[in-house]
C-alpha cells in the first residue's frame, strides 16, 4: 500500500507519522535525535512502520484483540531486545580480534560472554508483563545492566574495567546506528505472536487465526511514497528541497488537523518557540518565533533541571506544589542559573522558584503570540512543553487574563505535530 | 567572463572608483571636511563651499563589510557604551578609539564641522553630541520638523529655509572661508535631479517580471553615490547613465535581477522589504533568498537618503533652499506610520510582489518602532503576507543565520501555500 510519511527532526527527539491514503495515522515513531539525524530519521521511520503493522493487525483481528494485541507489543520488544543485544555481543566480540587485545583476548571474552548471557537471562523479567523500565531505548537498558553486570566480571577475572567500557562503548555506537531491515522486523513479530500465544492468557482470538492475520499482514508492502522532513534538523537530511517542509507550515497544519477549530497555535520546542496563525484550512498566515537566544525554550528547562540536579521531567510536578510564584527576571539561560542560586540562598522555596520560572517561559511565549497576531479561539500548544503540567497552569493563567475564555486544545500525541504536519504536504505533494 | 558580467562590473567599477576618491579627498589634508549624515543630507550645499563629504553611517558599513566592526563595538562598548545603543554609532565610536583610520588605510583628518540635519532619528543628536566632545569643532544644527501628519507643511519649509539662510550658511561660510553663491547651488541641483531622473526609471524597472534588478541587495549599490558624496555631480549624473544602459540590456536579454553569484536563473517571489540590511553578513543574507529565487522588488531602506519615486520629489534649481528644505522633510525615517504603511501597501501592489518582509534592526529605534503594527495594517490593506526577521546592522553578533534561514524559508512556503490554497483546502478536507 501506498504510505506516506511526515519526519520532525527535534533537537532532542526526531519523531516520524506514517498515514495512508486517506490521511489516517498508522503508526508512529520516536527516538533520540544523538547527533546523528539521519540515524535518527531512520530509525524513527521503522517505529512508525512497525506501529502501522500493529495498526494493521488491530484492523484485521477486531476489537477482541486488545489483551493479545498489549501483550504482542511487549513479546516484540523483548524480540528487538534479544535481537539488539546479539548484535552487540558479537560486535563486542569482533573487536577482540584487535591486537591491543592479544594477551587479554580469552579472558576478555570469558567475561563478555558472563555478562551477555546474564543479561539475555534478564531479558523476560525486563520484559515480563507489568514490569516497569526506566526508558525504552535499548541503549539505556542494555547499558545500565551492562555496566552493573561488567564490573563484577572484571574483578573476578582480574582485568580492567576500563577496557570493558571502551570496548561496549564503540559497539553500542554500531548497533545503535543499525536499523533492523522490514524483514528481520517481520520475524521479531512473528517470534512475538508466539511467544504471546503461548503464554498470554484469555486472548479471546484463534490461534490459527492469528497467525494466518499476521502473515496477511506482514505480507503487506509498506511502500514509502513520499517523505517528507521537517525540525530542526531537515537541512542536515539527504533529502531533495521539494521534500522539506519549514516546521512552522508543519506545526500548523499538524495543529489543524489534530483540532481543526484551531486558529492560534503555540509551539515550544527545544530550540525555538513560535506562534503561528492559521486559517480554516490550516494554512499558516501569520508567524512568530523567538529571536537569535534560546530563552524561554525546551533547552532552558533542561538547563534549569541540570542546574538542580533533577531530572526533566520533574520540573513540572515539583512546580505544581508552589504556595506562591514569585516573579523570576530572568527567562535568559546565562543568567537564570545565577538567578537561581541567589534565590535558593535567599531561603526561598524551590518549587516557588520553579512555578516563577514557569511563569516567565510562558509570559515570553505569550509575547511572542502577540506579535504573531494575538490569540484567537480556538488555541493549541504543541511541543515537548506542552506535557509538562506546571506550565501548562500558568499559560491557562495568562491566557484567562490577556484574551478571556477561550477552547485550550493539548493532545497527548502533541509531540508528533510537525511529523503529522509534515505527512499530510507528503500525501498533498504526490495527489495535488 | 561573460558579456553581462563585464556590463555589471563597469557601473560597479566606476562607483568603487568614485568612493575611493571621496575617502582621498577626505584625507588628503588639502580640503575642509563635514561630517553628516545619510538621511536628509545637504550635499549640494556642502558642495557650495568646497567641504568634502564624510558620512559616519558609511564608514560603519564599509568596515562591518570588511568584518572589521565587530572589533570597533567591542572597544565602543568597553569605553561604556550601552549593548543597546545603535551599532552604527558604536562602529563609528570604536573606529576613532582604534586610531580613525579610513578605509584607504589612511588616517582621517578631524572634521572642521559636524552638519547635523536631523531628520527622524534622535539617535543622530547624541552621536554628534559625542563627536563635538572629541573634536570640538563647530557643529551645526539643521532641525527637520517631524512630518507628524504626514505631509510637511508650508510653515515646516519656511523654517527649514531660515535656518539655512541664518544658521547652516553663514557657518559654512566661516569655515570654509567661501562665499555662498545661490547659482552655484541650482547648477549642482539641476544636475542632482537628472540623475535622480534615472535613480527612479531605476527603482521602477522592477515592476517587470522578471525584475532585471534587486531592489534591496542589488538596490543599496545602486543608491550609493546619489545618497552620498556624489548628489549633484557630473560623475553622479554619468554613474545613473550608465546603470540605465545596463539594466537595459538585461531587460533586451530578459534577465532575472542579479545575485551574489551571478544571474538568478528564476524568479519565485517578489518581495517588499522594509528596514535596513545586516551588513556584515551582507552576502550570506542575500545567498538566502536568491538561492530560493526571491526578488526584492522595492524597499524602503533604499528611500532612507530620499524619497523619489513615492511623491516625484526632484531636487528643483528654480527653488533652490526649499527643495533642500522638502527634500529633508521627506526622507523616510521622516515620515509618519500612515505614510509609511501607505507607500508600502502601494508598492506591494504597483510591484505585484507577493508579500512584504520586515527585517527588523536591534539597534535602530528609528525604523523598528511601529512596524509590527505596519506589517499588520499592510497584511489588511493588500490580504498579501507578512513576515519579520531580526538582525542588526553592523553588529556580527546579532545575525544568526539559522534563525534567519527558518523564517525565511517558513515564508516562502506559506507563499506557496497561499498560491496554493484551493488544492490544500481540498486536501485539507479529505
Ligand atoms: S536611523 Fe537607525 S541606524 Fe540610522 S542612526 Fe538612527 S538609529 Fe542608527
Known amino acids: 500500500m501506498r504510505t506516506f510519511i511526515g519526519i520532525d527532526l527535534g533537537s532532542t527527539t526526531t519523531k516520524s507519522v506514517l498515514v495512508d491514503e486517506n490521511l489516517a495515522v498508522l503508526g508512529r515513531g520516536i527516538t533520540n535525535s544523538r547527533s546523528n539525524y539521519d540515524v535518527a530519521a531512520r530509525v524513527s521511520k521503522q517505529e512508525a512502520k512497525i506501529a502501522a503493522r500493529f495498526t494493521l493487525f488491530r484492523n484485521a483481528l477486531g476489537k477482541d484483540a486488545e489483551h493479545l494485541l498489549s501483550d504482542l507489543e511487549r513479546n516484540f520488544r523483548l524480540e528487538q531486545f534479544l535481537s539488539a543485544l546479539r548484535q552487540l555481543e558479537e560486535t563486542c566480540m569482533g573487536y577482540l580480534d584487535h591486537p591491543r587485545f592479544q594477551g587479554t583476548k580469552t579472558a576478555l571474552r570469558g567475561s563478555l560472554d558472563a555478562v551477555f548471557r546474564k543479561i539475555e537471562g534478564e531479558a523476560q523479567e525486563i520484559y515480563a508483563p507489568g514490569a516497569a523500565r526506566k526508558s525504552d531505548f535499548f541503549r539505556d537498558i542494555a547499558g545500565s545492566r551492562f555496566m552493573n553486570l561488567a564490573e563484577a566480571a572484571c574483578r573476578e577475572a582480574d582485568i580492567p574495567f576500563e577496557t570493558m567500557l571502551n570496548i561496549y562503548d564503540k559497539s553500542i555506537i554500531d548497533v545503535e546506528s ?44 509498506l511502500e514509502e511514497t513520499y517523505v517528507v522532513g521537517t525540525g530542526y534538523g531537515r537541512v542536515r537530511l539527504p533529502f531533495p528541497k521539494e521534500h522539506i517542509r519549514s516546521e512552522i507550515l508543519c506545526h500548523g497544519l499538524g495543529a489543524h488537523m489534530m483540532f481543526p477549530g484551531t486558529r492560534t497555535v503555540l509551539d515550544i520546542g527545544g530550540q525555538d518557540t513560535k506562534g503561528i496563525q492559521v486559517d480554516e484550512n490550516g494554512i499558516v498566515t501569520s508567524f512568530q518565533m523567538n529571536d537569535r537566544c534560546a530563552a524561554g525554550c525546551g533547552r532552558y528547562l533542561g538547563y534549569i533541571a541540570d542546574e538542580m540536579k533533577i531530572g526533566l521531567h520533574e520540573l513540572g510536578p515539583i512546580a505544581m506544589k508552589a504556595t506562591r510564584v514569585p516573579r523570576i527576571n530572568s527567562t535568559c539561560t546565562v543568567f537564570a542559573g545565577a538567578e537561581l542560586r541567589d534565590r535558593l540562598a535567599l531561603g526561598e522555596r524551590r518549587e516557588d522558584i520553579l512555578a516563577g520560572l514557569h511563569r516567565a517561559i510562558m509570559l515570553r511565549a505569550i509575547s511572542i503570540i502577540s506579535r504573531s497576531g494575538g490569540v484567537t479561539n480556538e488555541f493549541t500548544f504543541t511541543g515537548g512543553v506542552a506535557k509538562n503540567e506546571a506550565a501548562v497552569r500558568e499559560l491557562r493563567k495568562l491566557l484567562k487574563e490577556n484574551y478571556g475564555d477561550m477552547t485550550i486544545n493539548i493532545s497527548p500525541d502533541s509531540i508528533y505535530t510537525g511529523a503529522l504536519g509534515g505527512a499530510n504536504f507528503a500525501l498533498r505533494a504526490v495527489l495535488n | 567572463m561573460s558579456r553581462q558580467e563585464v556590463v555589471k562590473s563597469n557601473s560597479h567599477m566606476v562607483q568603487k572608483e568614485m568612493i575611493t576618491r571621496n575617502y582621498d579627498r577626505i584625507t588628503g589634508g588639502t580640503a575642509k571636511v563635514s561630517s553628516t549624515f545619510v538621511p536628509g543630507n545637504l550635499n549640494e550645499l556642502l558642495m557650495c563651499f568646497d567641504i568634502a563629504n564624510n558620512l559616519p553611517e558609511i564608514n560603519a558599513i564599509q568596515n562591518a563589510m570588511r568584518k572589521k566592526s565587530g572589533e570597533m563595538i567591542a572597544e565602543a562598548e568597553r569605553s561604556g557604551h550601552s549593548e543597546d545603543v545603535c551599532t552604527y554609532v558604536k562602529a563609528d565610536i570604536g573606529m576613532m578609539a582604534k586610531g580613525n583610520i579610513a578605509p584607504n588605510g589612511k588616517p582621517f583628518p578631524d572634521p572642521d564641522v559636524l552638519l547635523l540635519s536631523y531628520t527622524g532619528c534622535f539617535t543622530f543628536m547624541k552621536w554628534f553630541e559625542l563627536l563635538r566632545e572629541q573634536y570640538k569643532c563647530p557643529t551645526v544644527m539643521l532641525h527637520v520638523p517631524y512630518a507628524a501628519d504626514g505631509l510637511p507643511t508650508k510653515n515646516m519649509r519656511d523654517y527649514i529655509v531660515k535656518q539655512l539662510k541664518e544658521d547652516v550658511i553663514p557657518v559654512l ?101 522594509e528596514g535596513p540590511p545586516n551588513w556584515t553578513s551582507f552576502r550570506d543574507f542575500w545567498r538566502m533568498f ?101 538582525t542588526d546592522l553592523v553588529d556580527p553578533r546579532y545575525f544568526s543565520a539559522a534563525n534567519v534561514k527558518n523564517r525565511l524559508e517558513s515564508y516562502f512556503q506559506m507563499i506557496d501555500q497561499k498560491r496554493r490554497a484551493g488544492g490544500s483546502a481540498a486536501a485539507a478536507g479529505a
Open chain 2, 173 to 273: 561660510e566661516k569655515v570654509s572661508g567661501v562665499k555662498f553663491d545661490i547659482d552655484r547651488l541650482r547648477e549642482y541641483l539641476r544636475k542632482s535631479a537628472i540623475a535622480e531622473n534615472d535613480l527612479v526609471w531605476m527603482l521602477e524597472s522592477s515592476k517587470r517580471r522578471p525584475s532585471p534588478v534587486d531592489c534591496y541587495f542589488g538596490g543599496v549599490y545602486y543608491m550609493g553615490p546619489i545618497f552620498t558624496a556624489f548628489r549633484g555631480t557630473d560623475e553622479c549624473i554619468e554613474y545613473y547613465r550608465l546603470l540605465r544602459a545596463e539594466i537595459e540590456e538585461r531587460i533586451a536579454k530578459g534577465l532575472c535581477a542579479q545575485s551574489p553569484d551571478g544571474d538568478m536563473p528564476e524568479e519565485n517571489y517578489r518581495l517588499v522589504v
Open chain 2, 290 to 390: 536568491s538561492e530560493a529565487g526571491a526578488v526584492v522588488v522595492a524597499s524602503s531602506y533604499t528611500k532612507v537618503g530620499g524619497v523619489y519615486d513615492y511623491d516625484g520629489f526632484r531636487h528643483d534649481p528654480g527653488h533652490p533652499l526649499e527643495s533642500l528644505a522638502d527634500y529633508c522633510l521627506g526622507v523616510y525615517t521622516n515620515r509618519n506610520l500612515p505614510t509609511r504603511v501607505d507607500m508600502l501597501a502601494r508598492n506591494l501592489v504597483e510591484y505585484e510582489a507577493d508579500g512584504l518582509l520586515i527585517n527588523s534592526i536591534k539597534s535602530c529605534n528609528s525604523f523598528s518602532a511601529g512596524q509590527l503594527v505596519m506589517m499588520r495594517e499592510i497584511e489588511k490593506i493588500t490580504g498579501k503576507p507578512g513576515a519579520f526577521i531580526e
Open chain 1, 178 to 221: 543499525r536499523v533492523d531491515p522490514d524483514e528481520t522486523v517481520a520475524v521479531q513479530m512473528k517470534n512475538g505472536l508466539t511467544r504471546s500465544l503461548a503464554s498470554a492468557e484469555g486472548v479471546g482470538v484463534d490461534r490459527g487465526e492469528a497467525l494466518s492475520a499476521l502473515g496477511t499482514v506482514l505480507a503487506i508492502e
